[in-house]
């Protein structure tokens, strides 16, 4: 585990939560041109993507999240975030941040996003 992501909690449906994960271990060069991504992982269930932030600046998302969630990063912080709304409790599950600086791949420890109906 190389990377600390923060910011989950338990929230009711429809509310929001913003996730972060510092990225201090990776110099800026690197993390300027990473590959950035959240995955997330329910009980009993696969860890899967929900947000990618490619190197060239392009989003993507799976459909059970689009227009819900929203990855964003700050270089001068090399920090990544997951800005999350209109949450829903299939949304309950631990989340991941991942940076892939094509040298290394870093995982943070995952942060509980609890969501109750």
């Known amino acids: 585990v190389q990377l600390q992501a923060s910011g989950g909690g338990s929230v009711q449906g429809g509310g929001s939560l913003k996730l972060s994960c510092p990225a201090s271990r990776i110099i800026t060069s690197e993390f300027v041109k990473s590959r950035m991504a959240w995955y997330r992982q329910a009980p009993g269930k696969n860890r899967d993507l929900v947000a990618e932030l490619t190197s060239g600046g392009t989003t993507n998302y799976p459909d059970s999240v689009k227009g819900r969630f929203t990855i964003s990063k700050n270089n001068a912080k090399k920090t990544v975030y997951l800005q999350m709304s209109s949450l829903k409790p299939e949304d309950t599950a631990v989340y991941y941040c991942?940076?892939?600086?094509?040298?290394?791949?870093?995982w943070g420890r995952g942060t509980l996003v609890t969501v109750s109906s």
């Open positions: 991942n940076v892939e600086t094509g040298s290394a791949d870093y």
